[in-house]
Structures are given as C-alpha cells and as structure tokens.
C-alpha cells in the first residue's frame, strides 16, 4: 500500500542508544566513585536539552506532498522521543535509590521509571514495525493506532497558525478533533488535508484507495488545482472539496 519514500538515515538510531548509555555512565560512576547524584540529573539535563535543541521536534521547512496512503513519523524525531525515554528511566530509578528517603518516594520512583521504559519501548515497536503516523484505507483514515471510518468523519480542516498549524479531522463521536501536527507526521498538512477531503467527498473512488497508480492520480489532480487557482510557493496543492 505504502508508496517509496525517502531512505532514512541509519545514524539516527544513534539517538536511541545515546542518551540513555550517557545516563548509565553517570549513573555508574556515581555508583563507583561515590559521586554526588544530582550531578546525574545534570549529565540528563544537558543532555535532554542539547538533543532537543539540535533536533528542535520539527522538521525544516514544510515537509513535502508525497503520492502515497501511508504516511509516517519524522524519523529522526521519533528515535530520539525512545532515547529520551529510555535515559528517563534510569534517571528515576537513581533518583528512586539514592534520593528518595522513604518508601512511598521509591515506588513513586520506581513506577515512573517502568512508565518511560513502557513509553520507549512502544516507540521503539513503532520504529522497527514503521508504523505510519496516518493511513488512508478503503474503510476509512488510521491514526494514532485507531481507524475512523469514512462514515464517521464529518470533515477536516488546516487550523493553527504559520508556526504552529496542525490538521483537524471532525469525527462523530469526539468532543475534539483529531488534531495531527507536523512534529508527528513527515507530510504536508496541506496535502494531507486535500487528500482525506477528497476521499471523503467521493466514495465512489474509495475502492482505489491503496494502488500506487490512484495515489500518482490524485497527487497530480491536486495538485493541478493548485496550479490551476493561480496558486505558487510550494510543492503542496490547494484543498479540493474540504472545507
């Protein structure tokens, strides 16, 4: 179903290992040379805060309007969310040991530490089995591991401003939209926003939902609307049919 995408970088599983090996080797040397543990704590903030700072949770520019149902998580992005959980594990397991001076603080410890490595490892589970953060089927729109089906969705709509717009899509049933931001999906919102308006206002065309040469299709009749509107700055089209 899924179209050819761009290659991922393999060195970007290095922000998976990385940060949570740094923390062990503080955590390590606090063990062996009876170091001061909150100088863990600062080993993890640097780090947390240089990670973040250099990926900065977003992608540069607008992501591209790629022909395809599927459509997935920055990587980048995504491996290094897992890192930071991983290195947040053991940080709450020192501070569940070393700082806490009763029980109650080391269960509490404890049980925060199970909850990011819970949180890591489904990340990391989404990594290996890449999972797509959206997928447009014949039944309807999956995302976040949930399906909509098309007779449940009322619309979708781009909301949010220049820097931070994200995608909403009304459901029956939700007080709130389904709201997809570009932090969470390597794709044009705008794209994605014609494309789901587009399945949804013709179902006699859903049936061709998932064929490389219908996603080509309707990539390029979008496309031409934007063209055909006078419309320029960018390889992403103008909305067809959603409003």
Known sequence: MNMPRRARNPRNWLL??????????????????????????????????????????????????????????????????AGRAFAAGPLFLLAAFFLADNALTEVAGVLVAVSAFVVGGRILVRLLRDTPAVRLTVEGV?????????EKIRGVELNGDRWHPRLDLLIDGRRHPLAIRPANVDASLLFLMDLIGYCWQHPEERHAIGRPEEAQRVHALLLHARLAAGLSGGPTPIAVGAR
């Open 142 to 150: 999956e995302a976040r591991n949930r399906r909509y089906q098309w």
């Open 16 to 81: 998976v290992l990385v940060p949570p090996l740094v923390v062990l080797a503080g955590v390590a040397a606090v063990a062996l040379f009876d170091l001061d543990a909150f100088l863990v704590f600062a080993l993890f903030g640097l780090l947390n805060t240089g990670v973040t700072y250099v990926l900065g949770e977003r992608q540069a520019g607008e992501a591209p309007a790629r022909a395809g149902w599927e459509f997935h998580p920055p990587f980048r992005t995504l491996c290094a969310r």
